[in-house]
């Protein structure tokens, strides 16, 4: 069965740093469905990190220059870097892989897009 795991999630202060890590099992990441999504409760998952058809990276708007995603094809892992962390930055971070059916019809940021998801990893910053 497929799985995903995330870890590195914690409490940290405005201006630190966390690096997120996303082990996967029994399949092997796909370019093109990658990504790191945060929830908030009471809000829609919103995607953060991903990579686009060319397999280069794109973030939404609020975490460009801030975050890196990457990936450890050896270790089979997606990671996301998290840098001048802020308090607006607090949710749940979630990694998604493998493309759902038809995925093309969804943008990297849907979560329609996705097949496989982790349990999720809290990440919460105070100011």
């Known amino acids: 069965q497929v799985r995903l795991v995330e870890s590195g999630g914690g409490s940290v202060q405005a201006g630190g740093s966390l690096r997120l890590s996303c082990a996967a099992s029994?399949?092997?990441?796909?370019?093109?469905?990658v990504g790191w999504f945060r929830q908030v409760p009471g809000k829609e998952r919103e995607g953060v990190a991903s990579?686009?058809?060319?397999?280069?990276?794109i973030y939404t708007d609020s975490v460009k220059g801030r975050f890196t995603i990457s990936k450890d094809n050896a270790k089979n892992t997606l990671y996301l870097q998290m840098n001048s962390l802020q308090p607006e930055d607090t949710g749940t971070y979630h990694c998604?892989?493998?493309?759902?059916?038809?995925?093309?019809?969804?943008?990297?940021?849907?979560?329609?897009?996705?097949?496989?998801w982790g349990q999720g990893t809290q990440v919460t910053v105070s100011s």
């Open positions: 029994r399949f092997t990441f796909d370019t093109n469905c």
């Open positions: 998604a892989a493998q493309c759902a059916p038809a995925y093309w019809r969804n943008g990297p940021f849907q979560f329609q897009r996705y097949r496989s």
């Open positions: 990579t686009d058809n060319e397999g280069r990276p």
